[in-house]
């Protein structure tokens, strides 16, 4: 009877050591997931894919920690807990200043490579300005874990009236209890993630983005987060980092969908104008194609209706090419009393009434990559234009190096250190590249009176420490990258700013854009002395001067509001949501000109970066091939596609919102449904397909492989 009691008191306390804090692991998975979530206003429809990813995660660590000793197990929960809050609220702060959540793993070398102290000061203001989801996400779950493990012990603490248990039994019974549950937990873990994973790709997900595409790629990283969850992107982020990306299925080619936007009309007479195309033989390529990549983009090429040759072709044949990529720069910003020689040199050039410097991934690098590639960077690390320097890939299209083979001098400028590799990267593209570290001719940093380096430093100083270089080198091809546009925005947070408040003090704007302003004013200053110098030298009516952003200062889209006076939804701007969005938050400028132009030219068409390296090959008389880049010569007669992050996209035939599905006309454009649903499902093909080409390139060295 005695032994029978003895089992069933210790039974009971087995049932009580049930009552273990190991459990709340998962429910601190759930909460975080949910109200991330919520915090950060995701759409709240694919609640049952994260939830069931998420408690999948959190009841395997909850298993694991039961096979842990104790205090060990205490301390490993305590550092989870920790870790995992602080990645939330720091994922939370990444699409706050860079607008993009960052794959940890993936994005470290990147991390570590850059210098983030240029963000120091955003960074502590986007904490300061989340202090509400710091408290939800980082002091509630470590409040709840503390609670947890002080009130729910895992320790034996009933005690007999008339006696102990046996010491020895007590301790044989924890050991098997935490087994059990520990089991228990790793077996239900594996099963909800079953159910997660038939909740993925069995139900009948709707939209150009579904949890099935998403779970199989490392891609397209803030669905990935809306649709799956935090935890299940850093996972597969782990996986894919170890494993290897799953071969996604290409899109199927499609021989008609390029007529699309070719320019071709069936019956239509065949202008006298040659396409821009190589003499490539795609069927051999795709025949002796090493693998089914190199084969699908043969075939997709092979598919493409090249841009015909124009009245503007080689109009700027023989000439000096200087290209700038501005940092953060928006058209907005331009006055003809602020900013004279930008407005002249927009007005009368070439003039883009509808720009777009539409965000893409990695920003700045992204953007530069669309500027100097013609192509889409991959929405996803490793970063395409670091990756192309890291791999030596052959980009023969690269401005710099079509001037290279007719004897240009290509130099390239960055008064900042070394990021994105560029010391890898830019030598690559075609360029001898100069930066302030890791290049073979180092630049000086403009100093001030202590002897530190201005930040960000002046644009208007690079342009006087650099034109006499070369300036005797003709023809020459000269790039800048600059700096002094770089958030953030503040008369004491920008040196540059600071160096102009005078001039910007009567604006009738806020203090931030005021300052936004006087940062570019260094730009303004260094276009017009670059303008002087040209002149003075006497090439300025035989020089190229082509400037276009890298991206629109997403950090501070109030800035844009207030400059273009309209609102572009300011529910969203804090996360730059594409859903809701007014799509002329992207609307810039794309400076095009020379002194020897007589007269503007303008051009209506919807445009984009990638749009830029196509029209300015065409431009210089180059030859090249228009099948092979995601851009289009904007002066020829096919049509170009401006492409969002969101894969939503505009054309001058009208605008479709990949979240709803839905197309809307352009204004005077008269389309049946039938005629629509054929021009949009054509034009998702294309946009489809360009949007791969950078990644396939790449990772395959395709242009080798074609060209050389």
């Not at 979240?659 to 054509?682: I, L, R």
């Amino acid at each position: 009877m005695n032994a029978l009691i003895d089992y069933l008191r210790s039974l009971r306390e087995y049932v009580k050591y049930l009552r273990n804090w190991r459990l709340c692991i998962p429910f601190l998975f759930l909460y975080l997931e949910t109200v991330f979530h919520l915090y950060m206003k995701l759409d709240m429809k694919y609640i049952p894919v994260f939830l069931l990813l998420s408690a999948a995660a959190g009841m395997f660590c909850s298993g694991v920690l039961f096979f842990i000793p104790e205090k060990a197990a205490v301390i490993s929960g305590g550092v989870l807990t920790l870790s995992l809050s602080i990645l939330f609220i720091a994922e939370c702060i990444c699409k706050d200043i860079l607008q993009q959540y960052y794959q940890i793993l993936s994005g470290a070398e990147t991390a570590a490579g850059n210098h983030l102290t240029d963000y120091a000061s955003a960074v502590v203001q986007s904490i300061l300005d989340n202090v509400s989801g710091i408290i939800f996400m980082v002091v509630i779950p470590i409040f709840i874990y503390v609670l947890c493990v002080r009130f729910f012990p895992s320790r034996f603490t009933h005690r007999r009236r008339t006696g102990k248990i046996k010491e020895g039994r007590i301790r044989r019974i924890q050991k098997k209890a935490s087994a059990a549950n520990g089991f228990m937990m790793l077996v239900g873990g594996a099963g909800v993630h079953l159910l997660a994973l038939a909740v993925i790709f069995i139900l009948p997900w709707k939209g150009d983005f579904t949890p099935e595409k998403l779970y199989q790629t490392d891609t397209n990283i803030d669905d990935q987060v809306e649709q799956l969850g935090i935890i299940a992107m850093l996972r597969l982020d782990v996986k894919h980092t170890i494993f290897g990306v799953p071969k996604n299925n290409l899109p199927e080619i499609d021989n008609s969908a390029s007529l699309t936007v070719a320019g071709e009309t069936e019956g239509k007479e065949e202008t006298e104008y040659p396409y821009n195309e190589l003499e490539i033989d795609f069927e051999a390529l795709k025949a002796a194609a090493p693998n089914s990549d190199s084969a699908w983009l043969s075939e997709y090429f092979e598919s493409v209706i090249p841009t015909r040759q124009n009245e503007y072709t080689g109009m700027f044949e023989g000439y000096n090419v200087i290209f700038i990529t501005a940092e953060g720069f928006s058209g907005y910003m331009i006055d003809p009393e602020v900013t004279p020689t930008l407005y002249k040199l927009i007005h009368e050039g070439f003039v883009f009434n509808n720009f777009y410097s539409t965000l893409h991934f990695t920003s700045t690098s992204g953007g530069e990559f669309q500027n100097i590639t013609g192509l889409y960077p991959k929405a996803g690390f490793p970063v395409s234009m670091t990756e192309t320097g890291v791999q030596g890939t052959y980009l023969p299209f690269t401005l710099a190096n079509q001037l290279n083979r007719l004897v240009y001098t290509s130099i390239g400028y960055h008064f900042n250190q070394n990021m994105y590799g560029r010391e890898l990267s830019h030598p690559n593209l075609g360029y001898e590249w100069r930066q302030f570290t890791e290049c073979d001719r180092p630049l000086t940093a403009e100093m001030n009176d202590y002897g530190n380096a201005y930040w960000p430093q002046s644009d208007d100083y690079m342009i006087e420490q650099t034109f006499d270089e070369y300036k005797d080198l003709q023809p020459f091809h000269v790039y800048y990258l600059t700096i002094s546009g770089h958030l953030p925005y503040g008369f004491s947070d920008s040196q540059m700013a600071g160096r102009n408040e005078e001039l910007v003090k009567d604006l009738p704007y806020s203090e931030k854009t005021r300052s936004y302003i006087a940062a570019n004013l260094e730009l303004e200053k260094g276009l017009t002395r670059l303008v002087e110098y040209l002149e003075k030298a006497g090439i300025a009516d035989k020089t190229l001067i082509a400037m276009a952003p890298d991206h629109i200062p997403y950090a501070d889209l109030d800035v844009l509001e207030e400059l273009a006076g309209k609102s572009f939804n300011t529910d969203s701007l804090e996360n730059l949501d594409e859903e809701k969005i007014d799509i002329d938050v992207y609307r810039n400028t794309w400076i095009l000109w020379s002194a020897s132009m007589e007269e503007p030219v303008v051009i209506d068409k919807p445009c984009s970066q990638v749009d830029i390296l196509p029209t300015l090959s065409n431009l210089l008389g180059l030859e090249y091939d228009s099948r092979m880049m995601s851009g289009t010569d904007v002066l020829s007669e096919s049509d170009p596609i401006v492409v969002f992050f969101s894969n939503s996209w505009l054309t001058e035939r009208g605008m479709y919102n990949r979240y709803t599905g839905e197309f809307e006309p352009a204004e005077g454009v008269e389309m049946s449904q039938k005629e629509q649903d054929v021009y949009v499902e054509n034009v998702k093909y294309i946009v489809a397909s360009r949007l791969k080409l950078a990644q396939l390139i790449i990772e395959n060295d395709y242009y080798r492989q074609a060209l050389e």
